[in-house]
């Protein structure tokens, strides 16, 4: 398994932290629940590109 996949998610979620944290304190809820929402959406998008290349290197390896 890929290491960079795992810092890759994880800064993610540090930023994404961070910036719900910020926006949590200055009273901005809303943006602040759609700011996680959106770091939802980069990870998800992450992953099934990443899904997406395991389903092709299984294709190659069984000749399907």
Known sequence: MDIDLIFQIAG???VVAVINQLLTRAGRDEQALLIT?????????ILT??????FDSIKRIFNL
């Open 37 to 45: 929402i959106a770091g939802l959406v980069v990870v998800l998008f």
């Open 49 to 54: 590109q990443r899904i997406g290349e395991l």
């Open 12 to 14: 993610v979620g540090i």
